[in-house]
C-alpha cells in the first residue's frame, strides 16, 4: 500500500462510503446490533439463496462433501460472543498516512455468532494425516494487487480444529445479513477480521502452505517494501471510550458541564482476557484505574468505568489503555507500518468542560 498526503483521495472516499465502523457511542451495547457492527467488503456483496447454498468441503480428506445449510442443521449447534476487530482499525492515524480503508477507531463490534463448529465438519469429512492447513474461501470475486481471485485465508489444522473456530449461520439470534457474509461465514475468535471469510462456499484441507495473495501478500507487518514481513494474526489489546458529553458536529470535539463525568467503554484482546484497563486526563502523562467488569464470554470484551471528576473548567485529553494477562498493553504512541495494520496506540479524547452556569 502506498502513503499518501493527509487530503482523502475520492477512491479512498468511495471505500469509507462502502464500509462502516460503529460510532462509539455503540459501545454501550454489550451486543453491537447488526446495523451498527462494523463491516468491510473487498469486493462485491454476492447474492445468495440461502435454500441453494453449499459448502464444499474437499482436498487431503477421506470422503469430499458438499453441505447444505439443511446438512449443518443436522450437526451439534454452538453459539458465542466474539468481539470482532477490523486489522486495519486506526490505520488513519499513521503518518505518515496508508492509502487504504480510512478507518479511525470505529472498526469493531460484538455480535452472538450461532453456527457450527469446523472440527464437526473435518470430522465428518476426515483429514487425512498429510494435512498442514485448511483454506476457506468465500464467493466474492475480485482483483487485489493487481492479482484476480476469490478471497481466501488459511488456519493451520490445529487452529481450524479448536473448539470456538465456527461457521456462523446466524448473529444475535437472526440469520446473517448479505453484508455480513450471508448464508455462511467463518468466524475465527481473537483473530483480526480479515480471517474470518464471509460468503463461504470451499473448505479445502491442503498439504502445503497456502499462498494466496490475502495469505501471504496482503495482512502482513511490514516496514518496507523488500521486508519479508511477519503475518497478522491475534488482536492486539484494545479499549475505547464512549466519548462523552456532547459533540460539536464537524470536529466530534466533547464538551461536558462541570464533573463528576461518568466515563465507560470495552476492551479486548485477542491474546487472553483483559487484566486492567487505565484512564488518564492529561493525555497519558498519569493513570488511573478504571472498574473492570466481566466480559461477555472468553472471547468477547468487557466493560469497564472510571468516575472522572475534572480539576475545574478547562480543555482535557482522556486516554485509556488496557493490559491483557499476557502482560501485553496499549502503547502511547503507534507502530508504524506499510500496510497500516494492528495500530493499537491508545485513543485519545478532546474535551472540554465548560463552566456550570
Known sequence: METAPDEFSQAEIQLAMRNHGAPLEALHHPLT??????LLIHFDVPFAE????????TGAVREPLSLGLDDLAGLPQFTQPLTMECAGNGRARLRPRIVSQPWNLEAVGTAEWSGVRVRDVLERAGVLAEAVEV???GADRGID??????????????????????LAHSANGEPLLPQHGHPLRL???????????????????VSEPFDGYQQSRA??????DDDPGTPVTRMLPRSLMVPPGIPDFMTRERFVDGGPVALEGRAWSGWG?????????????????????????????????????????????????ATDETGRRQPLEPEWNTGGYCNNAVQRVAVTVRARS
Not at 219 to 224: A, D, F, K, L, W
Request: with cysteine; charged share 20%; proline share 7%.
Open 33 to 38: 446490533p447488526p446495523g451498527l457492527h462494523y
Open 135 to 137: 483454506v476457506f474461501e
Open 219 to 224: 495482512y502482513t507487518i511490514r516496514v518496507s
Open 273 to 321: 482476557r483483559i487484566d486492567a484497563v487505565e484512564v488518564s486526563a492529561d493525555g497519558g502523562r498519569s493513570w488511573e484505574p478504571a472498574r473492570l467488569g466481566e466480559p461477555l464470554g472468553p472471547n468477547a470484551w468487557a466493560g469497564w468505568s472510571y468516575e472522572w471528576h475534572p480539576h475545574g473548567p478547562g480543555r482535557y485529553e482522556l486516554c485509556c489503555a
Open 187 to 205: 468466524v475465527v475468535p481473537g483473530w483480526y477480521g480479515m480471517t474470518n471469510v464471509k460468503w463461504l462456499r470451499s473448505i479445502r484441507v
Open 50 to 57: 440461502a435454500s441453494e447454498w453449499r459448502v464444499d468441503v
Open 145 to 166: 494487487g493487481g492479482v484476480e481471485q476469490y478471497y481466501a485465508r488459511s488456519l493451520t489444522i490445529d487452529d481450524a480444529l479448536a473448539a470456538d473456530v465456527m
